[in-house]
């Protein structure tokens, strides 16, 4: 059988995004899963479209009325470009918690960044129930389900704020620490190629052009997706994993430093300073109540020694 444009394109991104996940997950490790969780981002999104193009072309070779892999492949096209924006969230929290511990003031911070992520990933979800309500509408014609559009709405609204956090951010690029600076070069430069990736996610979800919808019929949707998408997505990740093995590798100290490790007081720490401070007050109290117990348990044993030597 011969493949389609479609089946050579999903070869292609398995060709790609193979070295790509092992890539993504040496510099998740090298970083850190929790101190940089736009590595770990990178490593979701990589392995989605492997999943993406392995669905594309094991539906060559399923029954024709087999819906299934169809629809999971448009679900996963869809869902993977949250995954792309939660990478360049995850990145730019990073240039934020670099700013703040080198004495900068923005009006982003990095845990504003990290509650933007949590929406990202409710619009990602929301996409996937979207995905399976499209699919059961298939019989009837393919319709675009109401959670697949607010799922988008949140994903757009998430890459609306990491281009506002950059352009702000790149005010205060003196405060960021040696060698990070190319993080933030990085999510600027990768911006007009995820806008043009999110174009082509708005026109196959909001518009209704058959041209961009994989069960339009038409031969020129394969021509916009690798155009629009798959190459846009490409660039993206090499710009990310080239600048992330450029990257100096923070030591554990370093990280207690900036406030990386959750339940650090610092600035952009993953919990708040607040939190932070009545944990450590609690810590104190406990400390002081042992000191207490045991001058106590001292007295009393000196008093116990003065009476058996009487």
Same mark, same amino acid.
Request: charged share 15%; net charge positive.
């Given at each position: 059988m011969a493949l389609s444009e479609l089946d050579s394109i999903s070869i292609a991104c398995i060709a790609f995004y193979t070295p790509s996940l092992f890539i993504a997950s040496y510099l998740a490790?090298?970083?850190?899963?929790?101190? @940089?969780?736009?590595?770990?981002?990178? /490593?979701? %999104?990589? %392995?989605?479209?492997? *999943?993406?193009?392995?669905?594309?072309? !094991?539906?060559?070779?399923?029954?024709?009325? @087999?819906? @299934?892999l169809p629809i999971g492949?448009?679900?996963?096209?869809?869902? &993977?470009v949250s995954a792309l924006v939660l990478t360049m969230l995850g990145l730019l929290s990073r240039v934020l918690e670099s700013i703040d511990f080198?004495?900068? @003031?923005?009006?982003?911070?990095?845990k504003h960044v990290r509650w933007v992520q949590v929406f990202v990933i409710i619009g990602m979800i929301l996409g996937i129930v979207g995905g399976a309500l499209s699919g059961s509408y298939l019989s009837t014609g393919y319709t675009i389900a109401v959670?697949?559009?607010?799922?988008?709405? %949140? *994903?757009?609204?998430? %890459? !609306?704020? /990491?281009?506002?956090?950059?352009?702000l951010t790149a005010f205060q690029v003196k405060k960021v620490e040696k060698g990070e600076k190319r993080l933030l070069l990085a999510v600027g430069v990768a911006i007009p190629f995820a806008l043009v990736r999110i174009v082509f996610s708005c026109m196959v979800v909001f518009g209704n052009n058959s041209d961009f919808s994989a069960f339009g019929g038409s031969t020129k949707?394969?021509?916009?997706?690798?155009? *629009? !998408?798959?190459?846009m997505e490409m660039v993206c990740v090499v710009i990310f994993e080239g600048v992330g093995l450029t990257l100096r590798r923070r030591s554990k100290e370093e990280? $207690? =430093?900036?406030g990386d490790w959750v339940g650090q007081g610092a600035k952009g720490g993953l919990l708040s300073g607040r939190l932070a401070g009545l944990l450590k007050r609690? $810590?104190? $109290? =406990?400390? =002081?109540?042992?000191e207490r117990?045991? &001058?106590?348990?001292?007295?009393n044993g000196g008093h116990q020694i003065q009476q058996e030597a009487v």
């Open positions: 490790y090298i970083h850190g899963y929790k101190r @940089n969780a736009g590595w770990l981002y990178l /490593v979701i %999104f990589s %392995f989605v479209r492997l *999943m993406t193009a392995s669905f594309q072309l !094991a539906s060559v070779y399923s029954d024709p009325g @087999n819906i @299934n492949t448009q679900t996963l096209l869809g869902i &993977g080198g004495g900068g @003031n923005t009006f982003v911070k990095a959670e697949t559009k607010v799922g988008l709405g %949140f *994903m757009i609204a998430g %890459f !609306a704020i /990491v281009v506002i956090s950059t352009v949707y394969a021509d916009y997706l690798l155009g *629009m !998408a798959i190459i990280s $207690r =430093r900036v609690g $810590r104190e $109290r =406990r400390s =002081r109540r042992r117990w045991a &001058g106590r348990m001292g007295v």
